[in-house]
């Protein structure tokens, strides 16, 4: 309490000082002083992160990254400038409206209020909504407005004084709900801001692509009493000058409809008001607040380093997250994902970005230059056109770059698989139990290796490729060829006996094979396949990954097969093949 009271003395001392040092200045130099404010508000501010992390939400694809930190810093002038001006408030008179201040749609307002009835104006933190309490008294509107309270009572109380001078009303939020049902009743107008989270148990609608939780109560208002909702919105024309837009009013719901639908069907009609308005000038808005605290849409960006088995333990990652949410109640359109293969520009920049990652443990300096130097332009275009709340990647050569996009987008990163450098620089990392790592609250141990397999994608591939291969009442052996890794090579002349002895014991009993190989796959084992699985009848499916890949091939092989064999060298290839319930024989060539 002592604190608070502290921190209160400091900002009402703060405020009255502003005050008086805006009173007297000319009005092109206090704006100045304001724009100057913004700046170093935006260079010191925390919460500049939390602006640009909801712009690239919104505007990634559309966007480049200077123009979002332009936005960023214009929407923290635009907050600037609205203090200056609500600090100038008692001096600003008919005169100045009649100057700066430009209405349109005012005869919609005179419209609705021929009877004395009551009247929403609904806003948002958009242009100076401070102006909306001064120009409204200058202009003999009866309005009560509704406000949040702060938790420093008397800052709170001198800035309520300067809002209301014109002869506005202030109403706080959470304790006069009947006075608001009053006012209305009573034929005055009531200002309500309403664009920030509403929380849990807010009202969901669409805003700018994702769901937003929005506070019900000028809903509920306009229901219980009739009262119609206008939108109005300021918008700051020049540094001076400010358009007040009186919108029509938004369409009342349909009587059929419950209280929670209504609600919805009013929020959605201002949301995408609001929305508009923002699109039109993004630098206008307030996007410093946690606007979407509350929604359950998520964006999964998968990082893939072109090992398609690496890719396969990152997608089940990814279904897990799924199933989770689903488990949650989470509607399945509510998580997006996009797979990005990342591609260096040179191997001498995957070598460099490596080490310095490997020297500095994870805590990489200059974050988004090395994002850009280290790839190439069209794997970098990429990953700035795709916002995420979630970055997945496997593999150790680029565990780097899951750093570096988590920073960008102040995302949650979770890595499969050991990486190589600062475990606790990631959010999540999955491991198999052989690794033996030290456990520790972001680790988290799995009994084999992730994978991507399932016995629904299994029997789905199994289904799509048994329509198009000959395969008869003949018992099947599924063979997986890995290949050579940095710990193994194969052997030759093994590969080419267990091949002979493979093909001998498949003529002898009448069994068909079904087989594929992988990118690691040596070019000599990929030969021998071919020269002795080259009959249809005998091999009627041979896939040579390294010439032509097709997805599915393992999870058809697998639901396809009696048994399977498997080559030894890969963890990921041995744990799909164990999920599938056949009988797996592993062999180290």
Not at 326 to 349: D, W
Not at 427 to 443: F, L, Q, T, Y
Not at 579 to 586: E, I, M, R, W, Y
Request: proline share 4%.
């Amino acid at each position: 309490m002592k604190k608070i009271l502290f921190e209160d003395a400091l900002i009402l001392s703060a405020i009255k000082t502003a005050r008086f040092l805006v009173r007297y200045l000319p009005l092109g130099a206090a704006l100045f002083l304001g724009r100057c404010l913004g700046n170093i508000a935006y260079a010191v501010s925390k919460r500049r992160k939390v602006a640009y992390r909801n712009l690239r939400a919104v505007f990634a694809a559309e966007k480049s990254r200077p123009e979002l930190k332009k936005i960023a810093k214009a929407s923290f002038q635009n907050v600037a400038l609205s203090a200056i001006e609500l600090m100038r408030a008692p001096e600003m008179d008919s005169a100045f409206v009649d100057r700066y201040v430009r209405i349109d749609g005012e005869e919609k307002l005179d419209g609705l209020r021929k009877d004395n009835q009551g009247l929403i104006l609904l806003t948002g933190h958009f242009g100076n909504w401070e102006m909306l309490n001064i120009v409204s008294g200058l202009k003999n509107y009866r309005l009560v407005a509704l406000a949040r309270h702060q938790k420093h009572p008397r800052s709170d109380a001198y800035l309520n004084a300067l809002r209301t001078c014109k002869g506005s009303q202030i109403i706080i939020k959470g304790i006069a709900v009947r006075e608001i049902l009053r006012s209305l009743k009573s034929g005055h107008i009531v200002g309500i801001l309403s664009d920030q989270d509403g929380g849990k148990t807010g009202t969901f609608v669409n805003f700018f692509g994702r769901r937003s939780s929005y506070p019900s109560g000028v809903a509920t208002f306009a229901l219980r009493t009739g009262a119609p909702i206008v939108p109005v919105f300021d918008s700051r024309l020049t540094p001076y000058g400010h358009c007040i837009e009186v919108c029509d009013p938004l369409k009342a719901p349909d009587g059929l409809l419950s209280d929670e639908e209504a609600e919805k069907y009013i929020l959605q009609q201002f949301a995408g008001a609001l929305e508009s308005r923002v699109r039109r000038e993004p630098g206008q808005w307030l996007w410093a607040h946690r606007r979407w605290k509350s929604t359950p849409n998520r964006s999964v960006l998968v990082l893939s380093d072109g090992k398609a088995g690496h890719l396969h333990q990152s997608m089940a990652a990814l279904e897990a997250i799924r199933q989770e949410r689903a488990a949650q109640g989470c509607a399945p359109e509510t998580l997006r994902s996009h797979v990005v293969e990342i591609n260096y520009k040179n191997n001498f920049m995957r070598i460099l970005f490596t080490f310095i990652g490997f020297l500095t443990a994870g805590h990489i300096p200059c974050k988004h230059f090395w994002l850009k130097a280290a790839l190439g332009s069209s794997c970098y275009e990429a990953i700035m056109k795709n916002y995420a709340d979630v970055v997945i990647s496997s593999g150790s050569s680029i565990a780097g770059i899951n750093l570096l996009v988590k920073n960008e987008n102040s995302a949650k990163s979770l890595v499969v698989m050991r990486p190589p450098f600062g475990m606790g620089r990631f959010d999540a990392v999955i491991v198999p139990r052989h690794d033996r790592i030290r456990e520790a609250s972001n680790i988290f141990v799995t009994e084999r290796v992730l994978s991507s397999t399932s016995s629904r994608s299994i029997e789905g591939w199994a289904e799509v490729f048994s329509k198009e291969l000959e395969l008869g009442a003949a018992k099947r052996i599924g063979f997986l060829v890995g290949g050579d890794t940095r710990e193994v090579r194969f052997s030759e002349e093994h590969f080419s006996k267990m091949i002979l002895n493979l093909k001998q014991y498949a003529h002898e009993k009448g069994c068909q094979i079904l087989a594929t190989t992988s990118r690691r796959t040596p070019a000599w084992a990929d030969e021998n396949l071919k020269k002795n699985f080259d009959e249809k009848k005998f091999c009627p499916l041979l896939v040579v990954a390294n010439e032509a890949n097709r997805p599915g091939v393992v999870d058809a092989i697998l639901g396809l097969s009696d048994v399977v064999i498997v080559t030894g060298e890969s963890l990921s290839m041995i744990s799909e093949a164990l999920l599938s319930g056949k009988p797996v024989f592993v062999f180290t060539p």
